[in-house]
């Protein structure tokens, strides 16, 4: 099985920075493609940022410019640094991994594992 840990959230005034990690453990065989999601109060989750395991990433269209997304594989770890928050950036921030590791029949499968959440909240 796989766990991912979340840190970093936290509350900021308006123009801050705050930087999220996220850090998967476990029968891991490879990683691929790393994400980070949001959820704002009475929305949707959606997509923030990805990055192949080739270091290709895409962001969408809002954080371009301020947010980067960053991994490093030796450690298992997705980043987000956050420039330049705004109040509607406010919401539960989630990592997404996809990755190839040993589920609890012992066979290695592929699939997406998603962290608890951690809150970032934006002050105006």
């Known amino acids: 099985q796989v766990q991912l840990v979340e840190l970093g959230g936290g509350l900021v005034q308006a123009g801050g920075s705050l930087r999220l990690s996220c850090v998967a453990s476990?029968?891991?065989?490879?990683?691929?493609?790393m994400d980070w999601y949001r959820q704002a109060p009475g929305k949707q989750r959606e997509s923030v940022a990805t990055?192949?395991?080739?270091?290709?990433?895409i962001y969408t269209d809002v954080v371009k410019g301020r947010f980067t997304i960053s991994r490093d594989d030796a450690k298992n770890t997705v980043y987000l640094q956050m420039n330049s928050l705004k109040p509607e950036d406010t919401g539960v921030y989630y990592c997404?991994?996809?990755?190839?590791?040993?589920?609890?029949?012992?066979?290695?499968?592929?699939?997406?594992?998603w962290g608890q959440g951690t809150q970032v909240t934006v002050s105006s």
């Open positions: 990055i192949t395991s080739s270091g290709s990433t």
């Open positions: 997404k991994v996809n990755c190839k590791a040993i589920n609890r029949a012992g066979v290695y499968i592929t699939q997406d594992y």
């Open positions: 476990g029968s891991i065989l490879r990683i691929n493609d």
